[in-house]
């Protein structure tokens, strides 16, 4: 069987029984029941420690992607750890205020803010607005004047860069709906220089979402800093850049290969430390994905004409990953087995496309037995829905032999 450490490092088999940290996962089952969104604290320790000792030397604000997880333990976690937060709506906004993120370390991003959004935003006095086109710009100046209210702006700019990603979660190229045109960027900032309330003082960018090579990065990143270059031969000083996430995980160790955090540190310390200005980040898969599995109960196996399906208690509902993006999560049982057979995992959704794997090799399984998906940390839950009224499954934190 493949090592399953390679996608958390606190999973392993003890009597043939998985666990995660100190607790099985059997009995976790035993008290909250099937599919259950399982998530190690400290692996999500361990990597917020690696990024920050990544970034050591130029010490970024660190903003976690509530996008990717909203669980309230997991926004706690950052909370403890004094991460800033990056929100994409008012109720992500207020989740991250209840639960203990500090105000000034919150960035508003996403392109569709509504009117009472940026009311919100205005009112409880956030570290900043990313802005992504004029037209949002002029709704953030007359809400401001309304209510003679300052605000940080950073401009979001569309380096027209392909992030060599799923074309679904691709955000820097110019057909994509992100962002300002450097063109567009520049003339921005002259036009409203002088403005009393609008301090655009910042540049974002963020190109994509699980993008595992580093060149894309690279292109845009050097765009980015000639556009900086180019604004302070125009005597525009920028204070901030916030260079988004996008940093890619593994969901198949024996194919997917990602760059090093490390050398991602250092193109970006390469690319800005010599300019000053503060760095903001903005990870999420990268801080939760490895951490979650779904626990899921095996409904039945049904023998096909040529192949066998494994129908499991989860569905896209929970898990829309596989069905969006045709990606593929790692699986293995709850408890192991040495008899080996290829199955499709199946949900139980009326959809064809409720599939997470075809002709998976797992050890014999049968009804009731538990098998887990890996790496679903980071848009699992978030992007979940009751479609076909399955309802939600339902979410636990691991830390040591502690279950909350």
Partial sequence: MENISNYNKYLSYESGRLKIEKI????????????????????????????????????????????????KGIIKIMSKNNLGIDVVSKGELKQSMKYGIVNKKIVFSGVGKTDEEINFALKNNIKQINVESEEELKEVGNQAVSLKSEINISLR???????QTHPKIS?????DKFGISEDKVVKIFEYYKDNKYLNINGLSIHIGSQICKIEP???????????????????????????????????EAQKDKVFKISDYALLVEDNFADLGIEIIIEPGRFLVGASGVLI?????????????????????????????????????????GNKKIKYDVVGPICETSDIFRKSYLLSKQKKNDLII??????????MSSD???????KEVLVEGNKVF
Wanted: hydrophobic share 40%; aromatic share 10%; proline share 3%.
């Fill in 157 to 163: 700019v569309n380096p027209n860069v392909d992030a």
């Fill in 24 to 71: 099985f996962l059997d009995d976790i089952v035993m008290q909250h029941g099937t599919p259950t969104f399982c998530y190690s604290v400290n692996q999500i320790k361990d990597n917020l420690n690696n990024l920050k000792k990544s970034f050591s030397k130029i010490k970024p604000l660190i903003c976690y992607a509530m996008k990717a997880n909203f669980n």
């Fill in 387 to 393: 479609y076909n009224l399955r309802g939600f499954a």
């Fill in 171 to 175: 955000t820097g190229r110019s057909e």
């Fill in 373 to 382: 998906i890996c790496s679903v940390g980071a848009y699992g839950s978030s």
């Fill in 296 to 336: 899921s109960k095996v409904i039945r196996i049904k023998k096909g004409r040529n192949k066998d399906f494994l129908i499991v208690d989860a569905g896209m509902n929970n898990l829309l990953r596989p069905s969006l993006y045709s990606s593929k999560h790692s699986i293995f049982p709850v408890k192991s």
């Fill in 217 to 251: 990065f690279r292109k845009a990143f050097k765009k980015i800093r000639n556009l900086i270059l180019l604004l302070r031969k125009k005597n525009i000083f920028i204070d901030s850049l916030d260079i988004g996430g996008g940093i890619g995980i593994i969901y």
